[in-house]
């Protein structure tokens, strides 16, 4: 069994930011990628960023240069960094990650966290 909690979601006005935070835990070998989507109201679940064990990341392009992603493997933590923020970024975030457990991958998801940019 594997555990995520995310933290670091509030209210933030428009150009402030926000530090996102997924901690892992449970019985795993390993971890792969770790990454953060966000579902608007109304709107399907999107990929923000992902970091992979290498350190690779990608962004969706409305993000791209505001928010970073990075990650602790001493901590089995995901980051997500989000400067300048807009309203258009208010969503609840939800961190995904997939782990290694007995050579067979698995994914799991966060609770989710809200975050609204509003004045």
């Known amino acids: 069994q594997v555990q995520l909690v995310e933290s670091g979601g509030g209210l933030v006005q428009p150009g402030g930011s926000l530090r996102l935070s997924c901690a892992a835990s449970?019985?795993?070998?390993?971890?792969?990628?770790m990454a953060w989507y966000r579902q608007a109201p109304g709107k399907q679940r999107e990929l923000v960023a992902a970091?992979?064990?290498?350190?690779?990341?990608n962004y969706v392009d409305s993000v791209k240069g505001r928010f970073t992603i990075s990650r602790d493997n001493a901590k089995n933590t995901a980051y997500l960094q989000m400067n300048a923020l807009k309203p258009e970024d208010t969503a609840v975030y939800y961190c995904?990650?997939?782990?290694?457990?007995?050579?067979?991958?698995?994914?799991?998801w966060g609770q989710g966290t809200q975050v609204t940019v509003s004045s």
């Open positions: 449970g019985n795993f070998f390993s971890i792969t990628t």
């Open positions: 995904k990650t997939q782990v290694i457990i007995r050579s067979y991958q698995y994914q799991y």
């Open positions: 970091v992979t064990s290498g350190n690779s990341t």
